[in-house]
């Protein structure tokens, strides 16, 4: 196979330049991930569905585009894969849940308006962990997606499908969503790029809501610039998400210029926790160190809450679920079980509807907002909260960012943690935070363990709203070291 | 409390019905999770204001409008069961 052939291996600014030099055409860049997931879907299973002939189409009036020269478009046919979570008009809607039946999305979310306003072909459905709940993509009722650098391994999750696909060389970027480092874990685990945006950087509508004050939409990439290109595109105030918020975006691939001497980068005493596996803490020592060498300043610092982050979590999203996903109710739209009358007709709709973490998270949420144990567990998680939230303004009125592995340890095996949603909920202790301060984060790969070979996480936390300083970060990591361009030993 | 968590019943608040191995196996795992939870009560919050959400905005307000909203077709598109251009459901009242 040539080079030029391996279009779908290429970042989106790659392709843009090739695209915008006219040495290739959308319709080839979009037939080449076809044809890699023709040839490797099997193993991997990143997708739900996907509409070939609708994304060809597409391209080709891409490339009709493109024949008229400059259009200022900065994704112009580059195929974009979207998380089954997110509306576009005309497709298929699931969650990774048989609750919606055969739900076809009347309009479309936001991002992908946006997607299509910066020329990308919006490309397939993403298997995900259903409703977003699971960080293994175990949780879909449409089977397990498969880690590409090991198809026995898990690819983390919410978003797994979407880490997948990019990591696999199936798609170029995909869009995922992110409640408790539903982008970020799944990036770490699968060797690519993802980063959660600060809460109101970009607009929700047509996001299936999980979590409402923690849910954020944000990029799976290659590397960092394609990372920083795609938020670009999806960011902005919106109309119709009043908790979007109106602040200018940036152009985001300007700040990657490298020059990060002088920053500083905080690394917390209380993330050195017991359950870290040693190549991971390797990993990202060296990451620290490698910091060092380009400039930055490492500062201590302390975020006392962080032991309580997960608690307060899984108490402030279970309670957001359990009112959110009470519109799936076999009324409106998607699955209905008929009963005796609309109660029983409700019970046994969602009972059969829903998969098993979802149905725990719903009871969970809906106990601790119930009479008598609202003050007990859901005030005082959002009393937690803001200490929490305290925690990383005040580290941010020392450093810049601060940096912490994405996940306590690489890829686990299919079926390892099924069994204990606890430890499950435990492997999100280093992302967690990051959502319910309403911060941005960044996971960018940072090594190998070394037997079996998996990528490595490294996770930078930034200010609300300091995407462009993240970015920055990442990207003088990213070209000083290899990582990046690794690819997954997948059989074609 | 972990020791009395009636799942059954916090089933039927939350509108879900469960086979009788998923009320086992759930009201132990979730009275596990809620033992973790717990440990929120070794804080002392009693001066801490909560916080609902991270971004500090308040009355966001757009013009009052007549714009076009999805037509009733599209929105009867996805239902289990419509009659006469309506969501079709059980009988509530005799």
């Not at chain 1, 969970?364 to 909260?385: E, I, P, T």
Request: hydrophobic share 40%; proline share 6%.
């Amino acid at each position: 196979m040539t080079v030029t052939a391996m279009l779908n291996q290429l970042t989106t600014w790659e392709l843009a330049a090739k695209l915008g030099r006219r040495e290739v055409s959308a319709r080839q860049v979009m037939q080449a991930c076809l044809d890699r997931i023709e040839r490797v879907e099997g193993q991997v299973h990143a997708f739900i569905s996907y509409d070939a002939a609708d994304a060809l189409e597409q391209a080709d009036a891409a490339d009709r585009e493109l024949a008229g020269g400059t259009t200022g478009k900065p994704l112009l046919g580059i195929p974009i894969g979207i998380k089954d979570v997110l509306a576009v008009r005309g497709q298929p809607l699931n969650c990774g849940s048989k609750i919606l039946g055969q739900f076809i999305s009347p309009y479309s979310a936001t991002v992908i308006d946006k997607l299509r306003q910066a020329g990308a072909i919006v490309f397939g459905r993403l298997n995900m962990d259903e409703f977003a709940m699971g960080s293994s993509t175990e949780n879909s009722a449409f089977g397990v997606t498969h880690n590409p650098w090991d198809t026995g391994r898990i690819p983390g999750g919410s978003s797994g499908g979407s880490a997948a696909a990019v990591a696999a060389d199936e798609c170029i970027a995909a869009l995922g969503s992110d409640t408790g480092g539903s982008i970020r874990q799944p990036a770490a685990l699968c060797g690519c790029v993802g980063l959660k945006p600060t809460y109101g950087r970009v607009s929700r509508y047509g996001l299936v809501a999980f979590a409402s004050s923690l849910d954020q939409i944000g990029p799976l990439a290659k590397d960092v610039r394609d990372a920083a290109l795609v938020l670009g595109a999806i960011s902005g105030p919106d109309p119709r998400d009043s908790t979007c918020v109106p602040s200018p975006v940036p152009d985001y691939a300007a700040a990657l210029d490298g020059r990060i001497k002088g920053l500083k980068l905080g690394l917390a005493k209380e993330y050195m926790i017991g359950g870290l596996d040693p190549a991971v803490g390797a990993a990202v020592q060296s990451a620290v160190r490698q910091y060092e060498k380009l400039g930055a300043e490492i500062v201590e610092i302390s975020l006392p809450h962080t032991d309580f982050a997960v608690a307060a979590y899984y108490i402030i999203a279970t309670a957001e679920a359990s009112a959110n996903l009470a519109r799936f109710d076999g009324i409106r739209y998607g699955l209905r079980v008929e009963g005796g009358d609309p109660i029983d007709l409700y019970c046994k709709t969602r009972g059969a509807g829903f998969g098993a973490e979802v149905k725990r998270r719903i009871i969970l949420g809906a106990y601790v907002l119930s009479s008598g144990y609202y003050d007990a567990y859901y005030l005082r998680a959002q009393k937690v909260r803001t200490l929490i939230r305290r925690d990383f303004l005040d580290a941010f009125g020392k450093v810049d960012a601060i940096i912490t592995p994405t996940s306590p340890t690489a890829a686990f095996k299919v079926g390892e943690k099924a069994g204990d949603p606890l430890q499950m909920y435990l492997s999100d202790i280093f992302t967690i935070s990051c959502n319910l301060a309403g911060i941005c984060g960044l996971s960018l790969p940072c090594g190998f363990t070394a037997s079996p070979k998996l990528p490595i996480g490294l996770q930078l936390l930034g200010k609300p709203f300091g995407e462009e300083t993240l970015l920055k970060l990442a990207h003088a990591y990213e070209q000083s070291t290899p990582w990046h361009k690794a690819k997954p030993p997948l059989a074609e | 409390m972990p020791g009395n968590f009636d799942v059954k019943y916090v089933a039927h608040l939350a509108r879900i019905a469960l086979t009788p191995a998923e009320e086992e196996q759930f009201g132990a795992q979730l009275s596990n999770i809620l033992g973790y939870i717990e440990k929120l009560n070794q804080l002392d919050v009693s001066q801490i204001e909560p916080t609902a959400h991270a971004v500090p905005l308040l009355n966001v307000f757009r013009h009052d409008e007549i714009r076009p909203s999805l037509p009733q077709a599209e929105a009867l598109r996805n239902a289990p069961a419509t009659a006469n251009g309506l969501f079709l459901v059980p009988k509530i009242v005799e």
